[in-house]
C-alpha cells in the first residue's frame, strides 16, 4: 500500500460522520450526514433505509460525493473528499459486515428489509492538511 493511500486509509477506517452529497433528479446537490468508513481497499461504506431518497437519488444518478476526517476541532489533522460511484447492496454478507449495535435504534437487525448498505468506489480522493492549501491527490 502507498504511503498515500495509507494514510487515506488511516483517516477513513474508523466508523465516523460523514457528509455524502447526492444528486437529486432535478439535478441540484443535496447532502446528509451518515456514519461511514473504508476499507484497506479504499472502499466506502455507509447504511440506510432502502426506501430512503438518497437510494432513489443514487438509483438515479450514482455519482456521489463525500467529505469526511475530522472527527474532533481540537485534534483535527486531516480531511478527506472522495468522488465516486455508488451501489447499493441488500447482500446478506455486506449487512452483517458493516452492523454494529447502535443500528437497532433504526433497524430491526442486518435482516431487516429495509436495511441496506451503500458502497462508493472511488476515482478520486483528495487528502487534505489543515495548515497546508494544497491537498495531496489519489486516483483510481
Not at 37 to 63: E, M, Y
Not at 69 to 81: F, I, P, R, Y
Request: aromatic share 10%.
Amino acid at each position: 500500500m502507498s504511503e498515500l493511500r495509507e494514510r487515506i486509509f488511516d483517516a477513513a477506517r474508523e466508523l465516523q460522520l460523514t457528509n455524502v452529497a447526492t444528486v437529486t433528479e432535478g439535478g441540484q446537490p443535496w447532502v446528509r450526514y451518515v456514519m461511514g468508513r473504508a476499507d484497506k481497499g479504499l472502499v466506502f461504506r455507509f447504511c440506510t433505509h432502502l426506501s430512503s431518497r438518497k437510494i432513489a437519488q443514487i438509483t438515479n444518478n450514482s455519482n456521489v460525493h463525500l467529505s469526511l476526517g475530522v472527527t474532533s476541532l481540537e485534534t483535527a489533522k486531516n480531511w478527506l473528499q472522495v468522488q465516486g460511484s455508488a451501489e447499493v447492496s441488500t447482500d446478506e454478507g455486506e449487512r452483517n459486515a458493516f452492523w454494529f449495535d447502535e443500528l437497532s435504534n433504526y433497524f430491526t437487525g442486518p435482516d431487516d428489509p429495509e436495511y441496506c448498505i451503500v458502497i462508493i468506489r472511488p476515482s478520486r480522493i483528495e487528502f487534505g492538511t489543515m495548515g497546508i492549501m494544497t491537498p495531496e491527490i489519489w486516483e483510481a
